[in-house]
């Protein structure tokens, strides 16, 4: 714009409205915010830029859509941008999506980021999952030293499900009776004394050695010294793979012995516990990525918007977690 067309231009602002002002702020915002995610986007994919069908790294710039910047691979002539094989592929409103991130790092549940951000909860719902995709995996590789392992259990949650098998619960319900069997998906946490964690969903009903089995000897020390509560099952664990366990006698009312305790992965479970309630029941086909974003909040690695995106795309601090 010349700078005679933008005085004129900014003469008018006087004549406008309240209502007039607010939307023109939330334009200008909104332009601002999708360069910046655009940019962050454009940064991240420069530093690793291959092509997604060959990989070859040889490629041209090929023009511009819907923001970014298109590229040809030489080789074998495919296009493609920087989006393109990250879980953001073809979603809209670039604008929204460092807003939406702010979300998640907030905790909001679906429809409150939804009615935020001034979209379709269908479309806050998509954004949730993509985000979590790889952010998700950026977690510890292996426990060292005393590792505390415990389960807790959840109510089996068919939220979404076009047919159902039984009568829905409303917002989450709570179960028809008490014990375990009446809320059959069991989490195992395994925490050691640095406060690295790894959290699985193990399966349907009372926890057994053979999930145990599945769960932890890829992420766990031959030499670890394993506590947990007197759970048969962590003692036969331990005692097939040859790893050192003690266990407390909770249920006597023993809970410390000296360095032998669990009281790292309670209150872990308590802060679980207390964050999965916003969300009034929680899919169990999704509880892996909730268990996930609770590790992204609880260690603290990811505190910022943009690192959130930069996750999203597989970009990770560069602190690794061992």
């Known amino acids: 714009m010349q700078p ?8 008018q602002f006087a004549a406008l409205n309240r209502r007039q ?7 200008l915002r909104g332009a601002a915010r999708q360069d910046a995610a655009v940019a962050l986007v454009e940064s991240v994919a420069r530093q690793r830029l291959h092509c997604p069908d060959c990989n070859s790294c040889h490629a041209h ?46 905790s909001d549940s679906v429809r409150r980021a939804a009615s935020q951000l001034g979209v379709h909860r269908n479309t806050a ?19 060292h030293g005393i590792v505390e392992a415990d389960e807790l259990y959840v109510l089996e949650s068919e939220k979404g499900a ?6 829905a619960r409303r917002r989450g319900g709570r179960a028809r009776q008490r ?27 009372v926890l057994t050695g053979a999930q145990l089995h599945g769960c932890l000897p890829p992420v766990i020390d031959q030499d670890v010294l394993l506590v947990t509560d007197g759970h048969v099952a962590y003692r036969a664990f331990s005692g097939e793979a040859g790893i050192s366990h003690r266990a407390v006698n909770l249920r006597a009312g023993i809970r410390v012995r000296g360095a032998v305790h669990v009281q790292n992965v309670n209150a872990y479970h308590r ?16 509880l892996p ?13 990811i505190r910022s918007a943009e690192a959130l995106l930069k996750a999203t795309l597989g970009a990770f601090p560069h602190l690794t977690v061992t």
């Open 4 to 11: 005679a067309q933008w005085k004129i231009f900014i003469a």
């Open 21 to 27: 002002r607010l939307e023109g702020i939330v334009l």
């Open 61 to 106: 710039r090929h023009g511009h859509a819907h923001g970014l910047q298109r590229y040809r691979c030489v080789p074998c002539g495919r296009t493609f941008n920087a989006l393109t094989g990250t879980p953001l592929a073809r979603l809209r409103h670039k604008s929204r999506w460092l807003d939406y991130a702010d979300c998640l790092l907030a």
């Open 125 to 143: 719902f998509r954004w949730h999952h993509r985000f979590l995709s790889l952010a998700k995996t950026d977690r510890p590789h292996r426990l």
């Open 162 to 167: 076009r047919y159902l098998a039984r009568p």
């Open 179 to 205: 014990g375990i069997f009446s809320a059959p998906v069991c989490i195992v946490v395994a925490r050691d004394r640095t406060g690295q964690t790894l959290a699985f969903v193990a399966g349907k009903g």
């Open 271 to 286: 802060r679980l516990r207390e964050w999965l309630v916003v969300f009034h029941g929680v899919a169990t086909r999704y």
């Open 289 to 301: 990525n909730y268990l996930g974003w609770r590790w992204i909040l609880d260690a603290g690695r």
